[in-house]
């Protein structure tokens, strides 16, 4: 009897094993065989790709890579602040900050009560990278609180995912060097969906030769 019920679950193993589909790897080919060209206004990279010009929204496209690892990585990675970061909160905000406390910490944020309307932040996810300028830790939870009560779990934790990825990506306006944008593009090759930021989105956009030459009124 016993070996029966062996035979089944075994059968049934294999039965799953065979279905189960392998995950297929994003096309990532707009983004293979770039020569990173440089930078314009400070937003966007361009690079040629042939005789192609591709354009990389660099905060959309950092904003995507660090949404998919914020995803893969709750609570798994955290950083300790050498200086804990105070958050002043109105009553009414303090009401949702308990709600949303557990969600936050599902992703490394230490956060406790330190008096009437205040919390203190002891630990970041270790996504942030290295924190120079803590106020993205204070523009994090004011996104959040800005959404309001929280109304089910259903779709909180994406929430979540966003705004962090949203805060803790490079910003319209930074300058970065060229092996800052190398490797910026050399990580979105391996997202799920690199072609869109988490809000939908376009990061990579490409002008072919002859949409340039039509541009210029080029006839060869």
Same mark, same amino acid.
């Given at each position: 009897? *016993?070996?029966?019920?062996e ?11 065979q279905t189960?589909?392998?995950k ?7 983004l293979?065989?770039l ?16 005789e ?7 905060h ?13 990585? $709750? ?16 009553? $009414?905000?303090?009401?949702?900050? *308990?709600e949303?406390?557990?969600?936050? *910490? ?13 919390y ?28 309001? $009560?929280?109304?089910? *779990?259903?779709g ?9 990825a949203?805060?803790a990506?490079?910003k ?10 190398e490797?910026l ?23 072919t030769?002859?949409?340039l ?6 006839t060869?």
């Open positions: 009897m *016993e070996e029966k019920i035979e089944k679950i075994e059968e049934k193993i294999e039965e799953k094993s189960r589909k392998p297929q790897k994003a096309n990532t080919d707009l293979e065989d020569r990173v060209i440089g930078q314009v206004s400070r937003m966007y990279i361009l690079a040629e790709k042939g192609d010009l591709v354009i990389i929204d660099q959309a496209a950092h904003e995507r890579i660090l949404y998919e690892q914020v995803l893969r990585s $709750k609570k798994s990675r955290v950083q300790e602040l050498i200086t804990p970061v105070m958050i002043e909160l109105t009553p $009414k905000e303090k009401v949702l900050m *308990e949303y406390i557990p969600y936050l *910490e599902e992703y490394g944020f230490g956060i406790s009560e330190f008096g009437d309307n205040t203190v932040v002891t630990f970041v996810p270790e996504v942030f990278g290295r924190l120079e300028n803590t106020d993205v830790i204070h523009d994090v939870i004011a996104d959040l609180l800005a959404e309001g $009560k929280v109304k089910k *779990e259903t909180i934790s994406e929430k979540v995912s966003k705004t962090f949203c805060r990506a490079i319209g306006g930074a300058a970065c060097t060229p092996e800052q944008m490797d593009i050399e990580q979105l090759k391996t997202a799920e969906a690199p072609y869109s930021c988490p809000h939908g989105r376009p990061t990579v956009i490409t002008i030769k002859s949409q030459d039509r541009m210029f009124a080029r060869l």
